[in-house]
């Protein structure tokens, strides 16, 4: 069944919590799709410290915590809908921390993200607070694993925007334009996640004629 994962980068049950489960229960409209739900709220989650030893071993993060947990729920996924709180016009801190011991996902998993649909979506408390730059670094993310990127149905420009006047909950349902985006963006990863997991076994099996790409799918980072 194809599948779509949804995160939420925020360390409380509020805003971007709603948000990203509304999102995947209009995903899960179309017949056929599935979602999880993951939160960084409550988990504990180090810091990246650069040891490389990730690197050195081509092995996932080696700082033991809750973060093992979301490297079997990624290796589930078809497609992604990650939501963040905007923290000082960014993805809050512990999204960051998230994406970045995420890093060896490329070595130790090559290509498993490349042609993955991402989306992404962000509260603020502020109508112009940042919403759109939050929901670039969440995008970034996905173009530096070879993802492919979903804005949506229907005009959500980069993603899911909303305004939620530091009101949590309430404060999504009262931004209607907000919310919409948000439900609109559940639509668009999910109709795209079909016609991504339809559409590669077919082009697996015309790839396999062409002589343009090669079967090795570690990536060129050494530049
Ligand atoms: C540390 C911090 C920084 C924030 N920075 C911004 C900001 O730059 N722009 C903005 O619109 N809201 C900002 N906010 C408000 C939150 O983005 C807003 O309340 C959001 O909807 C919270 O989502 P949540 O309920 O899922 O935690 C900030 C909140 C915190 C705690």
Redesign the pocket.
Known sequence: MPTILGI?G??????????VREALSEAEKIPGIETIYWTVRGKKIGYCVHCDACIRNKSMCIIQDDLQELEALILKADGFII?S??????V?AQLAAVFNRLRPMYLVHPGYLQNKVGAAL??????????EMTNLAIINYYLMHEMLVSGGLGGCYNGGT????????D?VREDTTGYDTIKRLGLGVAEAVMLTTHGREAWEAMKKELSLFSDDKSPIRDH
């Open positions: 939420s925020s360390p409380r049950k509020g805003a971007t919590d709603f948000a939501g709180p905007v923290y000082d016009m960014n809050s962000s509260t603020g408390g502020t109508r112009h607070g940042g919403q909303v305004w939620t006047k530091d009101n949590k909950v404060g």
